[in-house]
T-cell receptor
Framework: KAGVTQTPRYLIKTRGQQVTLSCSPI?????VSWYQQTPGQGLQFLFE???????NKGNFPGRFSGRQFSNSRSEMNVSTLELGDSALYLC????????????FGAGTRLSVL | GQNIDQPTEMTATEGAIVQINCTYQ??????LFWYQQHAGEAPTFLSY????GLEEKGRFSSFLSRSKGYSYLLLKELQMKDSASYLC?????????FGSGTKLNVKP
């Protein structure tokens, strides 16, 4: 059974640009959560999608948005990139919202120059 | 916030036992989780506690005391491959709140 797949693995952007990251969950998993990981802040929850609807949201500005498709794949978009957005972005999938066991992808390393 | 605190870095010797502590300040939560993350890789689930007490899974054990706001992860018979970051996380209302992680260096 394939794990959680995130693409691309690495990305370099400049300030002001926007970026879209992709996450394909484990087959049969319908919940996808997104996290930002930085050395200073650790892993911080961005949002969770289940059945194409955002179910939970963390404390991030509106520049961070996401969506989920009918096949449970999810995308995360960051607009008007700032230097501070440089981070590892991880997604995690689980069978359904409310489950407490989640499986992480290897992440997308975003560098904003 | 959940104010989750972990030591930044620890060093231990191969074959030894190491305890990684996690303290938190929150009024309530559903469970406390431990993840392992090797550099450049995905975090992987290790253990979790819902009730106070010790949960043992092979060489790894996790302990929770809700009244003391304290958890620890115990790693026995350390191996070089245990060199990684260990993340403590609280699970509450369908959200995970992570600590900054403890980087464990295992030396021969």
């Amino acid at each position: 059974k394939a794990g959680v797949t995130q693409t691309p693995r690495y990305l370099i952007k400049t300030r002001g640009q926007q970026v879209t990251l992709s996450c394909s969950p484990i087959s049969g998993h319908r919940s996808v959560s997104w996290y930002q990981q930085t050395p200073g802040q650790g892993l911080q929850f961005l949002f969770e999608y289940f059945s194409e609807t955002q179910r939970n949201k963390g404390n991030f500005p509106g520049r961070f948005s996401g969506r989920q498709f009918s096949n449970s794949r999810s995308e995360m978009n960051v607009s008007t990139l700032e230097l501070g957005d440089s981070a590892l972005y991880l997604c995690a999938s689980k069978v359904r919202t409310g489950e407490n066991i989640q499986y992480f992808g290897a992440g997308t390393r975003l560098s904003v120059l | 916030g959940q104010n989750i605190d972990q030591p930044t870095e620890m060093t231990a010797t191969e074959g030894a036992i190491v305890q990684i502590n996690c303290t938190y300040q929150t009024s309530g939560f559903n469970g406390l989780f431990w993840y392992q993350q090797h550099a450049g890789e995905a975090p992987t689930f290790l253990s979790y506690n819902v009730l106070d007490g010790l949960e043992e899974k092979g060489r790894f054990s996790s302990f929770l005391s809700r009244s003391k706001g304290y958890s620890y992860l115990l790693l026995k018979e350390l191996q070089m491959k245990d060199s990684a970051s260990y993340l403590c996380a609280l699970y509450n209302f369908n959200k995970f709140y992570f600590g900054s992680g403890t980087k464990l260096n295992v030396k021969p």
